[in-house]
Every structure is written in structure tokens, then in C-alpha cells.
């Protein structure tokens, strides 16, 4: 390692151990009273974060699932919500609204059991076209209980006045209740992300992983550089 990745990897550690102390300052905030604004910062840096780990990936919703269920260490997460799919395709255009009315009529309600994307595809085999089949499996993390957290808790604490918690009754994994989704939850998720993210960083001596994610071209001589937003394209 020369004298300049050295320092470029000086300043990507002070960074993430920046970003570190504004996560840790999150539980502060909520034990503190301020449940919604913990979770309302927690949410954003998610997304923030995600957007990073997916790149080159734009599609801002399916990033933020994707990191969560990818990379925020809780398994439940990856999970089909049979109810989240129906009410998430319901609100798509042609054909999806179709498609939701045959899962509905495969997963009725008003119980659900959490499942595979396997498992939940193959429920829907004998309902669904092929072709149905293979635009639902694209579409499945709109499904996901990492879903429900972009839909029904970060889309509203940015977008609106904030959310505290969503509560799933008459939801239940392998027989057993699922517990509500709040700031806890979501808090370690937020640190796990942000392990992975810090990883990526330090294991290339990159930004994130790829200095592109940032804008920072890799000059011939070897310059540093810190991270900055860059114009869309």
C-alpha cells in the first residue's frame, strides 16, 4: 500500500466511523422519547446506505429491500407476506391487479404464514401462466416483509409526518406470532448494512466498494478523494 491509498483509506475509515457514531446516536434519540425521529433518521440512513450497495442499480425501493434482505442479518425479512404481494400488485398497472386476484384467491386470508419465494411460487403454480410465473418471480421483493417496512414505514416517514411501528396480527412463522417492526428492529438492521458497506470500503480501498458510486475518478497520480453527489445522467 503507497502513501496515497493510505491516506484514502484514512479518510474512508474516519467516515465510517462517523457514520458509526450518528447510528449509535439513534438509540440515544429513541430512549429519549423521540421514537419517531430515531426511526424516521434510521429509515433514511437504510436507504441512504442501500442505494450505495445496489448500485449500479436506480430503482430506489427494490434497493432498499434488496440491502435489507441481503445484508440486515434478519432472516425473516426475505420472507413473502402472502398479503404485502396482493396489496403491493394490486397497486400496479395491467396486468398486475389480475395477477393479484388469482394470489388472493391461493392465500385468502384473513391468516398468513409467512413462506419462501420458492415455496410461495410454487403455491401459485397451478393458478399462474407461465409467463405470469416468471413476471411475478421478478416482482416477488415487493412481497417481502422488507417490503412492508419500505412501503408502510419508510415511505411515510419520508413523505409524510413519520410512522412508529407496524404490527402483524394473524401473521405467524412456523407457527409461532411475528412481533411488530419498530425502531429495535430496524436499528440493527441499520448497523448490519452498514458493516457490509464499511466492508466493501475498506477491503478495496474504494468508496463503497467502487469509487464510481461517488463520482471520484481514479487519477494517474493517485489522488484521494472523499465521497460526493454526483449529477444524475
Not at 386476484?101 to 392465500?107: E, L, N, W, Y
Not at 403455491?123 to 412481497?143: P, V
Request: contains cysteine; hydrophobic residues 40%; glycine residues 6%.
Amino acid at each position: 500500500m503507497n502513501d496515497d491509498q493510505k491516506a484514502k483509506l484514512d479518510f474512508i475509515r474516519a467516515f465510517h466511523e462517523a457514520a458509526e457514531s450518528r447510528i449509535e446516536f439513534l438509540a440515544d434519540l429513541h430512549k429519549k422519547k423521540h421514537e419517531v425521529e430515531a426511526l424516521t433518521l434510521c429509515l433514511t440512513y437504510v436507504d441512504s446506505f442501500a442505494q450505495w450497495l445496489c448500485w449500479p442499480c436506480r430503482e430506489s425501493g427494490k434497493n432498499f429491500v434488496n440491502a435489507v434482505v441481503n445484508f440486515g442479518g434478519n432472516l425473516l425479512m426475505g420472507l413473502i407476506h402472502p398479503l404485502q404481494a396482493i396489496s403491493s400488485l394490486e397497486r400496479l398497472k395491467p396486468p398486475w391487479p389480475q395477477i393479484a386476484g388469482k394470489v388472493k384467491q391461493v392465500f385468502p386470508g384473513p391468516k398468513y404464514e409467512l413462506i419462501s419465494k420458492d415455496q410461495f411460487l410454487t403455491k401459485l403454480n397451478a393458478s399462474l401462466a407461465t409467463d405470469e410465473l416468471a413476471q411475478l418471480r421478478a416482482e416477488c421483493w415487493r412481497g417481502t416483509l422488507a417490503a412492508t417496512a419500505y412501503y408502510f414505514l419508510r415511505n411515510p416517514s419520508v413523505h409524510s409526518f413519520g410512522a412508529t411501528e407496524l404490527s402483524f396480527s394473524g401473521t405467524t412463522y412456523q407457527n409461532k406470532p411475528i412481533s411488530k417492526m419498530g425502531f429495535v428492529e430496524l436499528h440493527a438492521i441499520l448497523k448490519n448494512i452498514h458493516n457490509e458497506l464499511r466492508r466493501r470500503s475498506e477491503n478495496n480501498i474504494q468508496w463503497f466498494g467502487d469509487d464510481r458510486i461517488v463520482g471520484i475518478a481514479r487519477l494517474t497520480n493517485g489522488s484521494t478523494g472523499s465521497p460526493k453527489k454526483t449529477g444524475s445522467r
